[in-house]
């Protein structure tokens, strides 16, 4: 009873969610559950959601509190951009995905694309050093989709994750542009030592590179060079250079039987 007294008041997690969704829905349309019928609704429903994260943000105490208003208006700034981002993501999931049918049913069912579209919000959050937001925001895209997207990571245009459940993504990542990852993926780190903890201790997977299901790229000082393909299953602690292809060699038998 006492830890209860003492404890500050925080921003439950539903509450947190409640408002993504509704952010989402106003990102695109495809997410909502309501169709605006005015211009004056859709700023009004806006409004509402800039005032719910005010709300929010003076949860956290100060010196977030004292500053809700400044770190509310640069968040809401930041909105265009991270649409247009996220666009280019949904299309590079279009292009990638040969069962993809159009970027509606990209954004509005695939789990890959919803993974990344909340961390590019919880990245925002991040960049303006909110705490609590953005791991309460990844780890609710974690649940739904099965991806494990740190806030902190930095990924480039155009990413595409295809199927996408198993997929972890360090800390201190840095993806660039062009990247397609596919299910199974952990690109973390060598060591959990909490003595590193402000150390890069997650890979660099630079442009245009594929990493197919089950591959696994451990350290901060790995590089993955562009333009390189790591197959299914790989177990990569070294740097690979640009336009390479590392596949893992496996012995398959097959017996064939015949009855009489």
Avoid at 11 to 38: K, M
Avoid at 76 to 96: Q, S
Avoid at 156 to 168: N, Q
Avoid at 179 to 208: C, F, M, N, W
Wanted: glycine content about 8%; aromatic content about 10%.
């Amino acid at each position: 009873m006492l830890a209860h007294h003492k404890a500050r008041e925080l921003p439950s997690p539903s509450q947190v969610c409640d408002w993504l969704n509704g952010l989402l829905g106003i990102l695109f349309p495809e997410f909502a559950d309501h169709r605006f019928a005015t211009q004056r609704e859709f700023e009004q429903y806006f409004r509402a959601l800039e005032l719910d994260l005010f709300k929010i943000l003076d949860t956290l105490g100060d010196p977030i509190g004292e500053n809700a208003p400044a770190i509310e208006s640069a968040f809401m700034d930041r909105l265009p951009w991270v649409r247009d981002m996220l666009l280019k993501d949904a299309t590079a999931i279009l292009k990638g995905d040969p069962a993809a049918v159009s970027l509606t049913e990209v954004i509005r069912s695939y789990p890959g694309f919803y993974a990344i579209a909340v961390y590019r919000l919880a990245h925002e959050f991040y960049r303006l050093q909110v705490p609590l937001i953005p791991r309460i925001l990844s780890e609710h895209a974690h649940s739904k989709t099965g991806i494990d997207i740190h806030p902190a990571a930095q990924i480039g245009e155009y990413f595409c994750i295809d199927h996408g459940t198993g997929v972890v993504i360090g800390e201190t990542c840095d993806i660039g542009n062009e990247v397609k990852i596919y299910q199974g993926v952990t690109l973390g780190a060598l060591s959990v030592k909490k003595e590193l903890a402000q150390t890069k201790r997650h890979p660099t997977i630079e442009d245009r590179v594929v990493l197919y299901a089950g591959a696994t790229i451990l350290g901060g000082d790995t590089v993955i060079g562009h333009d390189s393909i790591i197959g299914g299953n790989v177990w990569v602690t070294e740097s690979v250079a640009p336009f390479c292809r590392v596949y893992y060699t496996g012995n398959v038998r097959q017996k064939q039987t015949m009855e009489e």
